[in-house]
């Protein structure tokens, strides 16, 4: 179920067009309060990185997680300074590009370091810097192996294997060791968010290093569809408090713990609405296409994800209801000149359905729990431009980011 209604939904297209992306402020507020307990929530913005979105966050008192030059200057357009706040912006990466160095020492934002090249690189450059260790505790787990950052196959974090050199290049360069950071993957589950607890006990104990915080990574899950089960908050915070708890009495002092979700803040309170332009059978489907694609909406043609799918009746088309079908479920597509550019698909691209009321040209559709990974993954794709965000707050339906047009695209290419 959509956490919109329809008039609000109906009325923010009439206004802005389809498609079009829509976030609910007083659901991420509602988000955010579950994970109070925390001493650091920080988003991983790369879920949703609309700076007006940032600012909310940042009213909101939470801190915020950058992976490239372009996150970072979004981070200090919304407000966030590490002068203010040293705490307010860390850079997570396994490299850093030069552009991305100058920022990081210009604005004395800590880095999160996921290999040696780049402990070396920080190290030289900026001796005192403020960072935190990725470790890749030897295992991982997301909702699909794109998405698994530990163990073997993963680029991401600095080896158990390497940590003991790279501790001793901490020391030799007198680097300011602030945290040991471990994100396993996105999109896991409680069971195995809690096997990085004891990975990050054993780790510090193995490291042998002072250190004022530790990072529990993101990760958190969040309910797609009707069979997910929500995260239990209470019980992910407690088992990460009782690992904080043994390795202040294991360093003698206390230690903060962070968290870093991205999708548990924002997925559930983004939507996608598009336009239906066309009804069509063929002998094994019957398609909905609508006027949003891959190029909007990316993650059921990378990883089979699903979303669930709403019709909103406001079709003026009322001769095209087509009586003679019974259909109750469908495929919806997109209009890309691709044959993956389908929302109902599973990882192995297997076209599904799903049960629609009565679709009819003309009315919308609903794409419900996209505010992570949604238009943050979107792209201009057979040269369409950006959809607009609009963030809904306190009765206020507010255009946060413009349509994209044409014009904008060519004007890179100096026409
Ligand atoms: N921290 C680090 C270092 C990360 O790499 C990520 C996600 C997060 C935190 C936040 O993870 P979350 O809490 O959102 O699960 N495009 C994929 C997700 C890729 C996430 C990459 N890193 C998707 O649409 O599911």
């Known amino acids: 179920m959509t956490i919109f209604n329809s008039n609000t939904l109906i009325e923010i297209t009439q206004q802005f067009g389809t498609p079009a992306w829509i976030y609910d402020a007083a659901t991420i507020r509602q988000q955010i309060k579950q994970l109070r307990n925390f001493d650091v929530i920080r988003f991983a913005q790369k879920a949703c990185s609309n700076t007006h979105i940032l600012r909310l966050m940042r009213e909101e008192g939470v801190m915020v997680d ?16 590490n002068s203010d706040n040293p705490e307010s ?5 396994d490299v850093i590009d030069r ?39 030897g ?32 020391n030799q360069y007198g680097l300011d060791l602030i945290g040991i950071h471990m994100h396993i993957g996105s999109g896991s589950d409680l069971e195995h968010l809690s096997q990085a607890c004891q990975a990050m006990i054993d780790t510090v104990k193995f490291a042998n290093v002072d250190i004022r915080a530790i990072s529990t990574g993101g990760g958190l899950p969040t309910p797609y569809s009707k069979n997910d089960s929500e995260l239990d908050t209470k019980a992910f915070f407690g088992l990460w408090d009782e690992a904080r708890k ?5 360093l003698g002092h206390d230690i903060k713990l962070e968290v870093e979700p991205g999708r548990f803040l924002v997925a559930s309170a983004g939507v996608l609405v ?142």
């Open 274 to 415: 598009a336009e239906i332009h066309c009804l069509k059978s063929t002998a094994q489907h019957h398609f909905v296409l609508v006027d949003a694609g891959f190029n909007d909406l990316l993650r059921p043609s990378m990883y089979g994800s699903y979303h669930e799918i709403e019709v909103l009746h406001q079709s003026e088309f009322t001769d095209q209801i087509d009586t003679s079908s019974s259909a109750v479920e469908y495929a919806v597509a997109g209009p890309l000149c691709e044959s993956g550019d389908v929302f109902t698909q599973d990882a192995s691209g297997v076209i599904c359905h799903q049960a629609l009321d009565k679709p009819r040209v003309g009315d919308l559709l609903v794409f419900n729990d996209v505010g992570a990974y949604g238009a943050s993954m979107s792209s201009n794709y057979n040269s369409r431009p950006l959809a607009p965000e609009i963030l809904v707050d306190k009765g206020l339906n507010r255009l946060v980011r413009k349509r994209q047009n044409i014009r904008n695209l060519l004007a890179l290419e100096d026409v």
């Open 99 to 137: 552009e991305t160095l100058a920022l990081v020492i210009q604005h004395d934002i800590p880095v999160n370091i996921g290999s040696m090249d780049m402990l070396h690189r920080i190290a030289e450059s900026s001796p005192r810097h403020p960072i935190w260790i990725r470790v890749n505790p």
């Open 89 to 93: 912006i860390v850079f997570t990466a």
């Open 66 to 81: 950058a992976v490239s030059a372009g996150e970072i200057e979004r981070s200090l357009a919304a407000g966030y300074s």
């Open 139 to 170: 295992f991982g787990h997301g909702h699909s192996e794109k998405t698994n950052t530990g163990g073997p196959n993963s680029k991401h974090g600095i080896s158990l294997e390497d940590l003991p050199q790279a501790i001793s290049l901490v």
């Open 246 to 250: 043994e390795i202040e009495n294991h």
